[in-house]
């Protein structure tokens, strides 16, 4: 099975600070990553597929990037209603892990 | 608008079944991949079957293999999920989710297995 390792678990931020999520397989996937965005109490939206092609809908101001083993979800210039908590998953083959999680807290 | 709305979810004894339904609307069922995923109480995302449009393929989670059987009648725009052998570790919410990039959610249904 392809693990996938999200990093950081944790990250505190400011409305208006740009950050930066990673996303690491266990093995080459090439763009087979989609990203999603689980607001408190609501279900997973998804933000990003094929590693960069947005979503209908998202904001530009997200963005995906990376190809093979890693990858990377920015989003420039927090707004409020992105605090969350993100998840990556692999595509590539089955089972279709996601990573744990990385929850964008306010600092 | 896309709406898919899970049913079926309810508490449930170690060892009992349970089947969640999945009503969809403002797609052609038919013509997309479907998939179950869970999440446990405050932990993250788990995959958990995936069924091709006309059934062909199936695929399992290894923690659900020969316990849980996904399928979809592509007439009455439903997809289910038949839990067997239910376990504690199997409580979640359970969501419906369409497309092999998952691009639209339910809103759940909360299965809880309890002695």
């Known amino acids: 099975d392809i693990q996938v390792t999200q990093s950081p678990s944790l990250l505190s931020a400011s409305v208006g600070d740009r950050l930066s999520i990673t996303c690491r397989a266990s093995?080459?996937?090439?763009?087979?990553l989609a990203w999603y965005q689980q607001l408190p109490g609501k279900a997973p939206k998804l933000l990003i597929y094929g590693a960069s092609t947005l979503q209908t809908g998202v904001p530009s101001r997200f963005s995906g990037s990376g190809a093979g083993a890693e990858f990377t979800l920015t989003i420039t210039s927090l707004q409020p209603e992105d605090f969350a908590t993100y998840y990556c998953q692999q595509l590539y083959n089955y089972p279709r892990t996601f990573g744990q999680g990385t929850k964008v807290e306010i600092k | 608008e896309v709406q898919l709305v899970e049913s079926g979810g309810g508490l449930v004894k170690p060892g009992g079944s349970l089947r969640l339904s999945c009503a969809v609307s403002g797609f052609t069922l038919s013509r997309f991949q479907m998939n179950w995923v869970r999440q446990a109480p405050g932990k993250g995302l788990e995959w958990v079957s995936s069924?091709?449009?006309?059934?062909?393929?199936?695929y399992y989670a290894a923690s659900v293999k020969g316990r849980f059987t996904i399928s979809r009648d592509n007439g009455k725009n439903s997809l289910y999920l038949q839990m067997n052998s239910l376990r504690v570790e199997d409580s979640a919410l359970y969501y419906c989710?369409?497309?092999?990039?998952?691009?639209?959610w339910g809103q759940g249904a909360l299965v809880s297995v309890s002695s």
């Open positions: 989710t369409s497309g092999g990039t998952f691009d639209f």
């Open positions: 093995q080459d996937i090439g763009t087979s």
């Open positions: 069924i091709s449009s006309t059934s062909t393929y199936i």
